[in-house]
């Protein structure tokens, strides 16, 4: 059968490898599981404390739940952190792509929640993974509990032609032609700064996934209106694809009580280092402490700060 996300086996087979050696480099234990939902089957990445209170993140276009590890780990100490490869973006679950203009998304998500046996959990979504979780919020409110948003798809556009002429034509032409300079000039538009090692593992993902140029559906204010929970959102300053200027200015229109930051000198991708995922943690984890809610471990009704209820 003719696979819906990749040109070859040979190219499906590299992005696994990618995704072993990103997840080798884990600096905590991490738990593998696989689960079945009516979309199909989905990995997910499970660290952190068992009884700690539930985020679930999922990674952006062409990645993997490995790629975000390292970028959300200094949460897993607080947190029980549900790293989900996203269908369609994940050479780690279901081979097949799903709509962009409507609640599929959300419903592949719940379905993942329920097969995990969460009830109610805070999400944080990366880019694609953001488009998710906006979706998902707004389609089950009742089982998120708080929503972080990183360069979140689904908000608003980019400059059609500035993308194109500073992403999509280099890339076309690096895809087809091999073209060093392509690469380069789409590299240093996508990216804040080049880490070699993610640079290798893009221009690898170029050539293994049969791209998919839909685009997110733009989030309307009559959907967004169903969730009505604490939002916090990142816009990166100098995003071609979602520029940061105006995704926090519609996401305070779309969700009024949203936080919103402004990252600056920052494009898409944002910095590889430790100091900018130490100020993003530290930022979402503030975030969600402020909006914690209590959780049931063990039988007895706890919040991160010590044990508040017996629900029996």
């Not at 969460?118 to 694609?128: I, N, P, Q, T």
């Not at 392509?182 to 990216?191: E, H, P, V, Y």
């Amino acid at each position: 059968m003719k696979s819906a996300m990749f040109v070859s086996e040979t190219g499906k087979a590299k992005m696994l490898e990618w995704h072993h050696t990103f997840r080798s480099e884990s600096t905590v234990a991490v738990e593998s599981r696989t689960v079945d939902t009516p979309n199909g089957t989905t990995h997910v990445l499970v660290c952190g404390p068992e009884d700690a209170p539930p985020l679930v993140c999922l990674h952006g276009a062409l990645a993997t739940s490995a790629h975000l590890l390292p970028e959300v780990v200094a949460l897993a100490v607080h947190r029980r952190l549900y790293l989900v490869d996203v269908v369609g973006q994940s050479v780690m679950s279901e081979d097949r792509r799903l709509a962009v203009d409507d609640d599929t998304y959300g419903r592949w998500l719940v379905g993942v929640l329920d097969a995990l046996g969460l009830d109610r959990v805070a999400l944080f979504g990366v880019s694609w993974g953001g488009f998710v979780a906006m979706r998902t919020a707004c389609f089950a409110p009742d089982r998120i509990s708080a929503l972080a948003l990183l360069a979140p798809a689904g908000v608003v556009d980019g400059p059609a032609w500035k993308g194109f002429t500073h992403v999509g034509l280099p890339m076309l032409t690096y895809r087809l032609f091999g073209s060093e300079s392509g690469k380069q000039k789409f590299l240093r538009a996508i990216f804040t700064t080049i880490d070699e090692r993610w640079a290798s593992y893009f221009v690898e993902a170029l050539a293994a996934y049969r791209l998919d140029v839909r685009v997110p559906k733009l989030l309307t204010k009559e959907t967004a209106a169903a969730y009505r929970g604490p939002v916090l959102a990142f816009g990166a300053a100098d995003d071609l694809s979602f520029p940061g200027g105006p995704l926090v200015a519609r996401i305070a229109d779309l969700f009024p009580e949203a936080e919103t930051k402004l990252i600056p000198d920052c494009r898409h991708c944002p910095p590889f280092d430790d100091d900018f995922r130490a100020s993003t943690t530290s930022t979402v984890m503030a975030f969600l402490r402020k909006h914690e809610e209590p959780v049931a471990a063990k039988g007895v009704l706890v919040r991160e700060n010590g044990v508040i209820a017996d629900p029996a």
